[in-house]
């Protein structure tokens, strides 16, 4: 009994049961793209979902925006979505260019004021959330994402097939 008693402790130290095996859904949303098109985030069910929120005039949200290009490229065929949702309050006028000249080649939206705060208190940006192919999120992440990072968080992902 003792015995059973130590794995468990030990068991319950390392995180093997936790509260946190219990995920969240990730709310839906409905969105416009920038040339006017809806976009929903239901739409990539059985699909990994980079959800990231930025602004054009973040330092950090610029610095990462490589990176998420090159993940985009290399894993959208393997069931992998980014959506950009910028918080931008310059509108269109301010995103559609720096989407343009940075060739960000993955969706964008821009936040109606409300799609942020249904994700919880988002303080800082980047954030980043990280939503599994049953529309569970999986993981959060505030501050720059590389490519290492990204791949890291997803790849576990695609090969479970959740």
């Avoid at 343009?100 to 993955?106: A, G, L, S, V």
């Amino acid at each position: 009994m003792k015995r059973i008693a130590a794995v468990l402790i030990i068991a319950l130290s390392i995180g093997l049961f936790t509260e946190a095996t219990a995920q969240k859904k990730a709310p839906n949303f409905s969105l416009k793209t920038g040339d006017g098109k809806k976009y929903e985030l239901y739409q990539n069910k059985g699909k990994v979902v980079i959800l990231n929120f930025w602004a054009t005039w973040c330092g950090p949200c610029r610095q990462e925006i490589p990176d998420f290009i090159e993940v985009y490229k290399k894993y959208k065929d393997q069931g992998v979505e980014i959506v950009g949702i910028s918080l931008d309050k310059g509108g269109w006028e301010k995103v559609n260019p720096f989407v343009k000249q940075n060739n960000i080649n993955y969706p964008v939206v821009l936040d109606n004021g409300t799609v942020a705060s249904t994700f919880g208190k988002i303080q800082f940006i980047p954030t980043t959330f990280i939503i599994d192919p049953n529309g569970n999120i999986v993981d959060e992440h505030t501050g720059v994402m590389t490519k290492a990072m990204l791949e890291a968080k997803i790849k576990p992902l695609l090969k479970k097939g959740v």
